[in-house]
């Protein structure tokens, strides 16, 4: 099949350190050339990938700093539609960028909601039944009811590059990107109440600048908690494999949640608020334990020791991935270009 990736343009793909949607693009194009499918990614010229890549921007656009970044989606939406005959399927991950686009595309259209569906993407999505949308969690589909979602897949993960840690050191991790609704305060709370070692990872962006500084960083005493900055894969696995909990005390509808499948893929238990997609991940007692506040969390470490971490890797090996995602999307493409095939 002739296939477009299109990628968000704020991060290359894949990502230099946080990116969980560049990370999955770039995993599904790579896999797709491999099965020897003819694939091209729209992304910024500093991505990475043996996709064609059709070059939107010199610099992924956070790195870029431009005086009007959203004009470079419409430069991109330009060349897309200028190509588009060039293409059986468009596979988009920019969600509500592309959607108004797709009116002048005529290629069948698979969009991947990657993000939490707020009212009014809702009300936008709805209004676009031509597009075949992908939820990324069960929970996801259900808060969004009117939506053409025709399938829900699961992220999946090249488990051979998540290395097994059967003897983990002495301290807990929490790894994202710096945000009030990833829980990042909750989680020095729950290392403080216990008393045990934190590393704290993640991207500070600019519009969380002030909360970092003025919230979290007077917490951070470089002893019991400590800031590791951002990661890039190698040190992200460092990082997980030799925690002894990945804990995640979320406070949004998480559509997914790649890190935890992350955590658990190196052997990692996790500790993660009941929020959105936490319990299609988590087998809750057997590959780490959900909670509902701070002080069940500190509960459930004392616990920790009752989860096997073989167990936790086997449950990735077996329902998240990679080629489990890709046949998945395979399938859809293949019966999407059938339907439009039967008179």
Known sequence: ???????????????????????????????????????????????????HLIPVWPRSLWRAKLKTPHAVYSLLYEKLISLQDNFDIIHDHCEFYTTPYTRFLKPKIVTTLHHPL?????????????????SISKNQRRSGPGINIVKTIYHGLPIERYQF?????NYILWLSKIAPEKGI???????????????????????????????IKPLINGKKIQFAGASDFKKKI??????KVFIFPVKRPEPFGLVVIE???????????????MPELIEDGKTGFLVSSVEQACQALKKIKTISR?????????????????NRYEKLYKKMLKSK???
Request: aromatic residues 10%.
């Open 238 to 243: 460092e990082l997980i494999k030799n925690a």
């Open 185 to 215: 305060a909750e989680a020095i709370d729950i290392a403080k109440l216990s008393g045990e070692n934190l590393i704290i990872s993640g991207n500070i962006l600019p519009n969380y600048a002030d909360y970092f500084n003025f919230r």
């Open 165 to 169: 840690n059967p003897t983990p050191q």
């Open 1 to 51: 099949m002739r296939i477009a990736q299109v990628a968000p343009l704020w991060i290359p793909v894949p990502p230099y350190t946080y990116g969980g949607t560049e990370l999955i693009v770039s995993w599904l194009c790579d896999e797709l050339v491999r099965r020897g499918h003819e694939v091209t990614l729209f992304a910024t010229e500093d991505s990475k990938t043996s996709a």
């Open 118 to 134: 707020t009212e009014e993407t809702t009300i936008l999505y709805k209004k676009f039944p031509n597009i075949n949308f992908v």
């Open 263 to 277: 955590a658990m893929a190196c052997g990692t238990p996790v500790i993660a608020y009941k929020e959105g997609a």
């Open 310 to 326: 073989n167990d936790c890797q086997e449950h990735i090996k077996k329902n998240f991935n990679l080629k489990r995602m890709v």
């Open 341 to 343: 095939n039967t008179p």
